[in-house]
């Protein structure tokens, strides 16, 4: 099939641009985004729809960011499409909000589209249209593989997703290196995205060097894998229908407990594992990093006796009760944060209690109000009697506390200096010295210490 | 965990060994199954069961055969394993039986592992202990992908397999380098076999180009592939169980008809396709290659019009009647071989008609008695009129036919001499000259000629 033929069979099958909607390309000027508002633009011969094109200058790259602008204007122009230039300040952005640069881009486009969006009054649907294409749905397949993902990450890119539906892929079933042919054959330039070029560690690895070698062995491999992937999603889509069927039959949520209904036990393992996947979902509030390690736990609480529990994640804890699993959150505990006690009183060389979860401070030390939350960029401790900082992030890799436990860490704050990491270190500012006038006693809530 | 505990940990999981069974190892003499021997054996400390080990001697490398064979019963010896061998001929039956060394090897080991079974007389299951690896699982897993296979595939390596689960795999969640370094921890040596390192060009470079580098990326890939495999031949396990409660739902089989009711058009697409999938197997009765185009042109006859048919593989047709789908098998074309017609008579320098279906031949030419068959080893064509043979192979990746047409093709053939290769090209050495005396004519029965 053409590229083109390919493109609109996708389109179609996944029904994306529906009569009269409006449909925003985010053009970088580099040669996926090109191709695609190329495309759709031919689209627009068979179908009645309305076509944007936004570009985003993010000030990264100063001269490279003009010409990237002007590139874009330029073959907006040329195809005749609406063009909305956004211009931010990223590198800034990222420094005011503490975030990477990366992490930043992404949200000033999420805003310049959603901005777009509102702009636009007349009726119809309003979709945007993202150039990802089959090469990056395979290297985003073999990383959630490589990791052990399960069907929803052997899925890989959707063709259709977000709330509404409200992205659309029609790039997905066409490769890279078609891609640049296609424009060329069209005689359409295009910009190479130095940003591109910068992509991480990974993903670098996946396309130099795995995906090579996969072709090598078949030609086609990146296409298979595409299909692979398609397939997965809907089998996904189907599991979670199923678990739909089952949660109504099986869960029943009083106040804030769920409870699993023990008849669930006779299911089939897989769906029992998406059935409890799904009440954990509900009972964190969504909280990501529900491992097959916690489902499991919760799995074998039905063979348990009545009264095992485990502990999960999120503050919620899981019971058997005659047969049926229940699931709720420890009150104290939301949003997986402690609750701290904590009161004051003069310090008068008492003996200082060695425990886990008390702590006692200097209280004449802190300079800001307190603080109880998780954690966030510009975080440190004192991690030595001269006053030497380290940020928090550097200590908690040290420790080697897993990447998905550090957001989870309650701290105790003032500002960004870090008094204690509960459950680990104090910072040694706040440590109480023959100094000290008045003491901050501070105590994790219903935790019992084991001494 | 420690290798021993992991394994026993699977073969409790998968409830590999019963009490009072009989399993039997085969023992190459390489690290694998040498393990795989020694971890049976220590497990017998806490299982009665009876273990028994079975060594081929494949006559493929003589000194390197004999060595092998010694190393084996010595092991046995050793750990107190009654020990089996058996002597085959391997290179002789390959030839007689046109086998590559690697299948008529599998094949004879079949016959070994049966023989064994046969002979225990007492009470008791019996199972064959293979010693497939993790290694050897994210390999199958990472081959499946890139040739685009559905969650069957992905599934990799089955712990437990086979008729009466009689294949069982404990050290399927063991990676290749523990096993290693648990028989060096344990003072075991083993024979390298020199078969295994010629394992054939897609394993290997899987093997040492894929997998080291995910191992860069992720030192735990091959154990997170393995996971991922598992969560998806469960899946596959399930969607097969739903496939069933479907096809006693929806489909009703009269004599040779298979009619699939309009009403499971209602359900989910992957679901849809499972049950053209097992239609198709029932239909076709158990052919392999059944393609995701058959099915999807099977689905696509529920939108069309009543008396719209489409012709599948294996003699299968699909129609449409009045919203319902029939497959029936097109009776004149049993096991996808077309059937042919023929007559001769004499040359009387007619006009040769240049058709696709029928074809004329130098009749005197035939040498040994006509057939009507699929492609086997040894196949060629004369391909020039100086009579240069060509590989029938090599023939049909010249004319870039997919491998799993390739099997399904009908060949008019003189021993192993093809003279048709039906839809395609007669061998030149067959063709009518001016010297030819008697016509054999043949043509395909009820295939309609585009002139």
Chains 1, 2 share one sequence.
């Not at 119809?124 to 993902?149: C, Y």
């Not at 603080?371 to 040290?398: A, F, P």
Request: aromatic share 8%; with cysteine; net charge positive.
């Amino acid at each position: 099939m053409r590229t083109e033929e390919k493109v609109f069979f996708c389109i179609e099958k996944y029904q994306m641009i529906p009569k009269n909607s409006h449909v925003i390309v985010g053009l970088s000027g580099g040669a996926d985004s090109v191709c695609l508002l190329k495309l759709l633009k031919e689209y627009k011969k068979q179908q009645e729809f309305q076509l944007y094109a936004v570009h985003v200058n993010h000030h990264i790259r100063g001269e490279e960011a003009v010409r990237d602008e002007e590139f874009s204007k330029a073959v907006c122009k040329k195809l005749e499409v609406p063009f909305t230039v956004f211009h931010y300040d990223v590198p800034q952005i990222a420094k005011e909000e503490k975030l990477s640069l990366e992490e930043a881009g992404r949200n000033v486009r999420r805003e310049a589209f959603e901005k777009v969006m509102k702009n636009i009054k007349v009726s119809g649907r309003k979709m945007i249209a993202l150039a990802h294409h089959e090469n990056d749905n395979a290297e985003t397949v073999l990383h959630n593989l490589m990791r052990g993902s399960g069907a929803a990450g052997l899925g890989g890119i959707r063709p259709v997703s977000g709330e509404k539906d409200s992205y659309i892929r029609p790039l997905l079933f066409v490769k890279r290196a078609e891609i640049e042919k296609y424009l060329k054959g069209q005689g359409i330039s295009w910009v190479t995205d130095s940003t591109n070029e910068e992509t991480e560690y990974t993903r670098n690895k996946i396309r130099h060097q795995i995906i090579p070698v996969m072709e090598e062995i078949n030609p086609q491999a990146v296409s298979c894998i595409g299909r692979a992937a398609e397939n997965m999603w809907k089998i996904e889509e189907y599991l979670q229908e199923q678990t739909d069927i089952l949660y109504r039959k099986y869960v029943k949520k009083t106040g804030d407990t769920f409870c699993i209904a023990k008849e669930c036990f006779s299911e089939k393992e897989i769906m029992q594992s998406y059935l409890i996947m799904r009440v954990l979902e509900q009972a964190s509030k969504g909280k990501k990093n529900i491992t097959a390690t916690h489902i499991e736990a919760v799995r074998r609480l039905f063979k348990g006796r009545t009264g095992a529990s485990v502990s999960l994640a999120w503050g919620l804890t899981a019971n058997q009760v005659y047969g049926d699993v229940h699931i709720q959150s420890r009150k104290e505990e939301e949003n997986g944060i402690y609750t701290l006690e904590w009161e004051t009183f003069p310090y008068e060389k008492q003996q200082i209690p060695e425990k886990t979860y008390t702590k006692w401070f200097d209280y004449d030390k802190i300079r800001n109000s307190l603080s109880v939350r998780h954690r966030l960029q510009g975080d440190y401790l004192v991690v030595n009697q001269e006053g030497g900082r380290k940020k928090l992030k550097d200590y908690l890799i040290d420790c080697k506390i897993p990447r998905q436990e550090r957001d989870k860490l309650t701290l105790l704050t003032d500002g960004s200096h870090i008094l204690w990491v509960v459950g680990y270190r104090i910072s040694e500012h706040y440590k109480v010295t023959s100094q000290t006038k008045q003491i901050l006693k501070v105590q994790v809530k219903g935790v019992e210490e084991n001494e």
